[in-house]
T-cell receptor, first 116, second 117 residues
Framework: KQEVTQIPAALSVPEGENLVLNCSFTDSAIYNLQWFRQDPGKGLTSLLLIQSSQREQTSGRLNASLDKSSGRSTLYIAASQPGDSATYLCAVPSNAGGTSYGKLTFGQGTILTVHP | DTEVTQTPKHLVMGMTNKKSLKCEQHMGHRAMYWYKQKAKKPPELMFVYSYEKLSINESVPSRFSPECPNSSLLNLHLHALQPEDSALYLC????????????????FGPGTRLTVT
């Protein structure tokens, strides 16, 4: 059974800092890994999807890396801003085929606060 | 357009009421999902529809009844709910090949905040 862990559970940084959020998973046989952002009381916004064949994926100030063999992904946020304050979730899908297709296993999330 | 819409945004219902949540997407996705999210927890999968057929039911109580009338619409019918069912209900969609071999990126709607009194 896939388990996903995110460290740290909460992070508070001053504006302008570069920061790293960590995600680890127990079953390395994944197709991809998705990073989401969630603002309080809102839905999930997909930030990046990194395929198992990729090592990095970039979007603006965000960079996600994936090391399948060690079961780890990191989300790097450059030059953080107060608007980046949110909960960040990583998720991996169940292995292809079978009755569990489409099921995402989520980490518990990292609550990020960027203060001015 | 990567938008998934959900209505209503907020819903308050009594335990004897019947109500429905609605989700819509126009991205041509053939997989649609219902998730339930409690405060400070990650979303939990409830149902998956694949090509308008129910493919996953995560042992959800029968007081929740999903329906997929066409490839763009997903409904969740609610009846005789309990106060512990109060939560944020999220809809998502994704591409899907007919062989269901490759899991694609999931796009989420803004959610419906449900309160059961």
């Amino acid at each position: 059974k896939q388990e996903v862990t995110q460290i740290p559970a909460a992070l508070s940084v001053p504006e302008g800092e570069n920061l790293v959020l960590n995600c680890s998973f127990t079953d390395s046989a994944i197709y991809n890994l998705q990073w989401f952002r969630q603002d309080p009381g809102k839905g999930l916004t997909s930030l990046l999807l990194i395929q198992s064949s990729q090592r990095e994926q970039t979007s603006g100030r965000l960079n996600a890396s994936l090391d399948k063999s060690s079961g780890r992904s990191t989300l790097y946020i450059a030059a953080s801003q107060p608007g980046d304050s949110a909960t960040y979730l990583c998720a991996v899908p169940s292995n292809a085929g079978g009755t569990s297709y489409g099921k995402l296993t989520f980490g518990q999330g990292t609550i990020l606060t960027v203060h001015p | 357009d990567t938008e998934v819409t959900q209505t209503p945004k907020h819903l308050v219902m009594g335990m004897t009421n019947k109500k429905s949540l609605k989700c819509e997407q126009h991205m041509g996705h053939r997989a649609m999902y219902w998730y339930k999210q409690k405060a400070k927890k990650p979303p939990e999968l409830m149902f998956v529809y694949s090509y308008e057929k129910l493919s996953i039911n995560e042992s959800v109580p029968s007081r929740f009844s999903p329906e997929c009338p066409n490839s763009s619409l997903l409904n969740l019918h609610l009846h005789a709910l309990q106060p512990e069912d109060s939560a944020l209900y999220l809809c998502a969609s994704s591409h899907q090949g007919p062989e269901r071999l490759v899991p694609y990126e999931q796009y989420f709607g803004p959610g419906t905040r449900l309160t059961v009194t």
